[in-house]
């Protein structure tokens, strides 16, 4: 065993033990993403059709997404805790010989697991907590360029016949993984374009395009945008055979494809417009930011890309060549609107960046003539990769730290009013509260209503195994809109009139008992460094005149900024709850109810639950005198206030606090 070999293993194992202890102590043991969250749900139903009935009842049905989470989290849920981590370390050791295949050079494949295991993107999302289908897209990646350079170099029936195997595969545990699939087409392409024998390799391509058909057939994993591979590859094998008795030149043939993945794309996108493209990238909540998401490997990744695409690299299999570049390009973007797939991006990018360290640290390595010159430059190589990996681990280490959204969710966009203050999350807190009330109940089925934000958290937290009571609730982010319209209209109408909603909601499913949540912010006026026990429903927002007189805004947030959005799914306009004209700015409008908007569900039970926590509760929006409410149907399970912001005007000063409200509804 040679000096690079040593080096290149000591680097995988080096890889795996850094991995595996970045992802292990960063785990919060409370998932950050809403995904993860639906992940935890359903790892613990073992019938598809049983986990969508639970979160849309009424509705009933699966959206692809909510099939390829099922089938990861089937796995995950067997594997244990902390399957994650075990994937992960089969991830890194495939992709070192991903990499030592492609390239011959074990220090090449070293230095790119160390970078990919030390990223700051795969630490986040690859922590046992963080745990979602895009757990399996580094192994199912490396597995499917590796059968690709397989069938290049073989060009065997059986060959292409693993490549779409791997290809399908890739995409049943991913619903982007078409992405790939495409990217892969596209570098199937370049081999009629620049290879030396100009052609296409049919069977591979064949193969690769059938195995799209599955996603677009089978009723619960319908994936249309699988159409756009499929399309693809059949164009590109269209092109390939009525030109293949001509022989175009490479500018020619270069056009040709282009022409043939646009038309593809064109075509799909009717298609999927016609059919009904199921997106789901509203599910997440997490923003993607390439800076720290990637750190060094947006430098390190481009270097690569400039040394992949100007070097004779690769040069014998110019579809995996092409296969990388593309695939880094439509991941960069695609990240957009999938956080998730950073991932894979920052897999290709540690292969690029792999490539690029071992050519610049090679040339330093090897530089110097006399013995000090030699150890100063290699000791110049050795601070440029320990570096680069250190500054990975620092920032996946600080982007660890932030606090998971069901801590935040509902201050989103108001952080920089004040100063927010690290606490406890009064979601867990009350979800805890309901769990033990529910485990303290001996009935088969309970309905939870809330706002579908918060679904997955709900059913998550509160998923068990059977015996456990069965939890259903009326609607979540990818559901139907029935639910969404039932939830909206029991917010929206007095009690007696959500009372009897809910009573023929709960017959209708035979939920034997029902609660409800809503979560909202509220201000609590701060006097001499004390606090009082005034409290104004929403988040206090001083701002100061030209004339040094201060005005104090109130913006809406939670449950009570939804108002608006629950009129408009029931197809009411929201100035049947408000007084638009006692809103000073847009924030306010949610609060500046008349007096059937105060009259609804939702206000009855922000008041009465702020009442309970031992405040005089204020919207000087509606009326200056203080609020009270009178609840003959529901009674409080518990109520959690916990300050999260501290703001200070000019000559006021507030205490934010986030509540989150349990109630149970009783029968009328």
């Known amino acids: 065993m040679d000096r690079r070999t040593i080096t290149g293993i000591m680097l995988l194992v080096t890889s795996i033990l850094a991995s595996t202890v970045l992802t292990y102590t960063m785990n919060t043991k409370v998932p950050f993403d809403n995904v993860s969250w639906l992940t935890e749900y359903l790892s613990r139903k073992p019938v598809l059709s049983d986990a969508c009935t639970g979160i849309n009842p009424l509705d009933n049905t699966c ?74 897209t580094g192994i199912l990646i490396a ?84 159409l756009i591979p499929f399309f693809t590859g059949l164009l590109i094998l269209a092109t390939s055979k009525l030109l293949e ?19 593809s794309i064109a075509l799909s996108a009717a298609l999927i417009q016609l059919l009904g493209g199921g997106g789901y990238t509203s599910v997440f909540v997490k923003p993607y930011n390439p800076l720290i998401d990637y750190g060094v490997l947006c430098a390190t990744g481009l270097l690569g890309l400039i040394v992949l695409a100007r070097s004779r690299v690769l040069e014998e299999s110019p579809s995996v060549r092409i296969t990388i570049i593309s695939a880094t390009i439509i ?130 937290f509160l998923a068990e195994s059977p015996p456990a009571p069965r939890v259903y609730t009326l609607a979540h982010i990818l559901g139907g809109d029935r639910g969404k319209y039932i939830v909206s209209s029991i917010m929206l109408s007095n009690e007696a009139a959500a009372s009897r909603i809910i009573s023929n909601v709960t017959s209708m499913i035979n939920a034997e008992r029902t609660y409800i949540i809503i979560s909202y912010l509220a201000s609590i006026r701060v006097m001499m460094g004390n606090k009082t026990s005034n409290a104004y429903l929403g988040l206090a927002v001083p701002v100061q005149s030209q004339n040094y007189y201060e005005y104090v805004y109130y913006a809406a947030a939670g449950d009570l900024a939804r108002l608006v959005l629950y009129a408009s799914i029931t197809n009411t306009s929201y100035v049947d709850y408000v007084n638009i004209y006692n809103a000073r700015t847009g924030y306010e409008i949610p609060l500046a109810w008349n007096n059937k908007g105060f009259n609804t569900l939702l206000v009855q039970l922000a008041v009465d639950s702020l009442h309970r926590l031992g405040y005089t509760v204020y919207n ?49």
Do not use: C
């Not at 594997?79 to 890194?92: F, K």
């Not at 052609?199 to 945008?225: A, F, G, H």
């Not at 203080?626 to 003959?632: G, V």
């Not at 200070?648 to 349990?662: C, F, K, P, R, W």
């Open 63 to 136: 959206s692809y997404f909510i099939t390829y989470t099922w089938l990861s989290a089937r796995i995950l849920g067997v594997l244990g805790p902390y399957g994650a981590l075990s994937i992960q370390a089969l991830t890194l050791i495939l992709l070192f010989y991903m990499v030592y295949r492609l390239f011959k050079e074990p220090t090449i494949a070293g230095l790119a697991t160390l970078i990919y295991g030390t990223a700051p993107v795969a630490v986040f999302w690859l922590t046992p907590s963080n745990a979602g289908p895009h757990v399996f």
């Open 143 to 226: 597995l499917f360029l590796l059968t690709l350079y397989k069938a290049g170099e073989v060009r065997s029936a059986l060959t292409a016949f693993l490549t779409g195997l791997t290809g399908l595969v890739l995409q049943l545990f991913n619903p982007m993984g078409w992405l790939i699939v495409e990217a892969a087409l596209i570098g199937l392409s370049a081999e009629y374009i620049v290879a030396p024998l100009k052609r296409v390799d049919v069977k591979t391509v064949s193969s690769i395009t059938l195995s799209t058909m599955p996603l677009l057939l089978l009723p619960w994993l319908r994936n249309t945008y699988s």
């Open 245 to 263: 008795d001509r022989d175009p030149s490479t500018g020619a043939r270069l056009v040709l494809v282009a022409t043939a993945i646009s038309a």
């Open 331 to 460: 991941l960069l973007i695609a990240s957009l609107y999938d956080p998730t797939l950073a991932l894979a991006e920052a897999l290709f990018s540690a292969v690029l960046s792999g490539l690029a360290l071992y050519m610049v640290t090679g040339y330093v390595w090897s530089h110097g003539i006399k013995g000090f010159e030699t150890i100063l430059y290699r000791v110049i190589a050795l601070i440029i990769v320990l570096g680069i990996v250190s500054s990975s681990m620092l920032l996946a280490v600080a982007q660890n730290k932030s606090q998971p959204y069901i801590y935040t969710y509902d201050i989103q966009g108001y952080s920089n009013i004040g100063t927010p203050i690290r606490n406890e999350s009064a979601w867990l807190n009350a979800l805890t509260a309901l769990r033990q009330a529910i485990s303290n109940t001996s009935v088969d089925n309970i309905l939870v209503i809330s706002y579908w934000g918060y679904t997955y958290w709900i059913q998550g």
């Open 620 to 668: 000087e929006l509606y009326s200056y005198t203080p609020l009270s409410s009178n609840l003959n149907y529901f009674k409080p399970v518990a109520v959690i206030g916990v300050p999260v912001m501290n703001v200070t005007g000019l000559y006021s000063e507030y205490q934010i606090i986030h509540v989150v409200a349990v109630y149970e509804f009783t029968q009328q």
